[in-house]
């Protein structure tokens, strides 16, 4: 019988590499991206095979604003002999502005603990695509709901945000940093107001 180290060399030895699967697309900033559902099906079948078993044993959520981060605590179990066990941890970000927060950040969490277990090379450097740029395009994605959600008049609104910023304005994809900090806060302002 095989212990949890040998049977976690085997799933290493069965999966290589995983290609990247999905496109990602935040306003002008593009890459290739490794699916939560290829890395799981793809895991999944080896774990199956060598007999292994992960789950949550802990998790802590911290919310920040429309971040959400969870810190979770996994047990991975040689289901051959249940006291042969190790435990692991992983972290995991979702950023949404309704309730899908923490889905978000525990399927994140959950695809980087398979990967990182079992060094599964996908090509991916989430280090390359500046986190800055990525909260930029997620703001203006919302400035841009809520301009449409409370009937704000595009023209008008944007009149209003160059007038402040002494900076013309003719999208809100101009905006960036503390500009689209300051849109955002005044556009849920008037969301609340509704």
């Known amino acids: 019988m095989a212990n949890i180290y040998l049977k976690i060399l085997e799933v290493m030895k069965a999966i290589e590499y995983l290609n990247k699967d ?9 890459y290739k991206a490794m699916s939560e559902e290829k890395v799981t099906t793809t895991v999944r079948k080896e ?19 429309n971040i959400t981060t969870t810190n979770t605590t996994y047990r991975m179990v040689n ?13 995991g970000q979702g950023a949404d502005t309704q309730d899908k927060g923490v889905g978000k950040a525990m399927t994140y969490s ?18 390359k695509i500046a986190s800055a740029q990525i909260d930029d395009e997620m703001k203006r994605t919302e400035i841009k709901r809520l301009i ?10 944007l009149l209003a945000m160059s007038k402040h910023f002494k900076k013309e304005f003719k999208s809100v994809d101009e905006m960036q940093g503390k500009e689209l900090d300051y849109a955002l806060m005044r556009i849920q302002e008037k969301a609340r107001a509704k």
């Open 110 to 127: 959950f695809k980087y603990l398979l990967l990182r277990t079992f060094a599964i090379p996908t090509g991916e450097d989430p280090d």
């Open 22 to 30: 999905d496109a990602v697309k935040y306003g002008q900033t593009s």
């Open 79 to 91: 289901v051959d002999d249940p006291t042969d066990y190790i435990d692991l941890a992983s972290s």
């Open 47 to 65: 774990l199956i095979k060598q007999g292994l078993v992960v789950f949550p044993i802990k998790q802590d959520v911290i919310k920040d604003g």
């Open 148 to 157: 449409e959600v409370t009937d704000t008049d595009t023209v008008v609104y």
